[in-house]
């Protein structure tokens, strides 16, 4: 039984006699997903098949070619991970909340499971399915290993807030999954298979931004991807995280974000490599205390993206520093170019472009000097928001939105001494940069890599 404190209800309705579909959403994967089991363990309790589908919507938050083939790549995968347990897959294309509502009557489906997630865009196609549809739809976070329901009711203040209240329901939530189970009881009619090269053929995302060599796309790719973590690169996190010119991050965002892979599983798998307790405490404290924070922030802050999310103390003090003179400006197509004075920053920008994924900690650089390059607080945070969505892979995700409000408007952090421009948010500068890392080495590698 799935604990039920993973599920809400977020329609009631009158159930009808057909299949019980999971709308597949964040969480694109078959297996280590609590939405997709719960949906079974209904159809199960029904004896009614088990269908499962995915909506694109024609354009999403900017999403870019090079997004839509990771993700359709990944979907591909998962297709076929479902039919071999003998649950049908559809993608739809179009507006979600139109096409629920045409499958719902098609298949007199039962009730709808779907995912969580607190993004806007997200949020409004559920409310806007469930306007025309009457069935029961029920969430379920496959994201969260503590449902961001239960972890808090509120807009946690910073880091230090949530972790104790993460921590104490740890051991009822990190625990192992159930195997997805061959579906017993087959819909009616056959559906055919997924034109997966039709569906790329007719995209119209934008295909400057083309897809990158270095990631294999799908569940298997983001396993593969996790194991050479644990076994090349966990020991040595804590000391090489901080080092852009050294490979010691996991890589697991771009899997991370398009849920090919499930972060509860990544945390199991860590905390039972039997390497040292401090590495493994050190990644635990990123994948899921930090990436639950940000789901936090998000969810109880709808407008997340915008100045006004930035906490009092950060606004005033920025609104004080409006008039402060700027040495340089760039325009947004200088930026996005990688056309500035600064060498470093250049580095990062390329990074992001050419590979799809900046280093973590250049991605606070590179937004604080955004802020320190722009006319206004908010100009940086458009800009931010629009390059970060456009070129990361894991961008247009819940993280992108807290790092870059965390980089620009002081969220989660406290209150510096104040300075030109920045006022009491945090300052980063070449030279301290200077001190954690071989600067010099970085720039090289990325332009090696170009
Ligand atoms: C300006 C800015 C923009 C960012 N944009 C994004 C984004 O678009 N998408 C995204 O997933 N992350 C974003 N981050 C957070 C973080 O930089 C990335 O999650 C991390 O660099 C991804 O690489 P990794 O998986 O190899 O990291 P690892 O260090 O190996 O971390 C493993 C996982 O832990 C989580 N994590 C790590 N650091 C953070 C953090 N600071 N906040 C929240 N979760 C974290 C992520 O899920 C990550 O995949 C951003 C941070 C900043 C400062």
Avoid at 151 to 180: G, N
Avoid at 356 to 362: A, D, F, L, V
Avoid at 424 to 442: D, E
Wanted: charged share 30%; proline share 6%.
């Amino acid at each position: 039984m799935i604990d039920k404190s993973r599920t809400k209800v977020i329609q009631k309705g009158k159930r009808e006699k057909g299949p019980v579909l999971y709308w597949m959403s964040r969480e694109q994967r078959a297996d280590d997903n609590w939405a997709l089991l719960y949906a079974q363990e209904k159809a199960m309790d029904m004896k009614v098949p088990l269908l499962v589908c995915f909506c694109m919507a024609p354009s999403f938050l900017g999403a870019p070619y090079r997004a839509y083939d990771f993700m359709l790549k990944g979907l591909e995968e998962t297709e076929k991970s479902l039919l071999a347990k003998k649950i049908p897959f559809l993608l739809l294309e179009g507006e979600p909340d139109k096409n629920i509502f045409i499958l719902v009557r098609r298949y007199s489906v039962s009730e709808i499971v779907t995912d969580f997630d607190p993004l806007r865009i997200k949020q409004q196609w559920k409310r806007k399915a469930g306007e025309t549809i009457k069935i029961p739809i029920h969430e379920v976070d496959s994201h969260n290993i503590v449902p961001c329901w239960e972890t808090s009711s509120k807009k946690e203040f910073a880091a230090r807030t949530i972790r104790s209240k993460i921590h104490r329901l740890l051991d009822r939530y990190l625990v192992s999954f159930p195997d997805l189970l061959s579906h017993p009881f087959p819909l009616e009619k056959d559906i055919p298979g997924v034109q997966w090269r039709e569906i790329q053929r007719r995209l119209k995302a934008d295909r400057s931004v083309s897809p990158v060599p270095w990631l294999v796309p799908g569940s298997q790719g983001g396993m593969a991807i996790l194991e050479r973590f644990i076994t090349e690169r966990l020991e040595r996190y804590p000391l090489d995280r901080n080092d852009p010119g050294i490979p010691g991050l996991s890589d697991l965002s771009p899997y991370l974000h398009f849920g090919q892979i499930s972060p509860q599983r990544a945390a199991l798998e860590v905390s039972f490599s039997g390497k040292e307790e401090e590495a493994k405490e050190a990644f635990l404290e990123e994948i899921i205390v930090r990436r639950e924070l940000a789901d936090n922030f998000c969810f109880y802050t709808p407008f997340y993206d915008s100045f006004n999310s930035f906490p009092g103390w950060a606004r005033n003090s920025l609104n004080e520093h409006r008039q402060d003179r700027r040495e340089y400006i760039y325009s947004f197509r200088e930026l996005e170019d990688a056309e500035t004075h600064d060498e470093l920053w250049n580095a990062g920008q390329m990074e992001m472009l050419t590979k799809g994924k900046m280093h973590g900690w250049m991605r606070m650089y590179w937004a604080k000097k955004i802020l320190e390059w722009s006319t206004s607080p908010e100009e940086a945070l458009e800009r931010a928001i629009l390059l970060n969505d456009r070129y990361e892979l894991d961008g247009r995700d819940p993280n992108g939105y807290t790092g870059i409000a965390w980089s620009i408007g002081g969220l989660h952090d406290r209150a510096w001494p104040s300075r030109p421009l920045f006022g009491k948010v945090r300052y980063m500068n070449n030279r301290g940069a200077a001190r954690k890392f071989n600067v010099k080495r970085y720039i090289e590698q990325v332009k090696g890599r170009v």
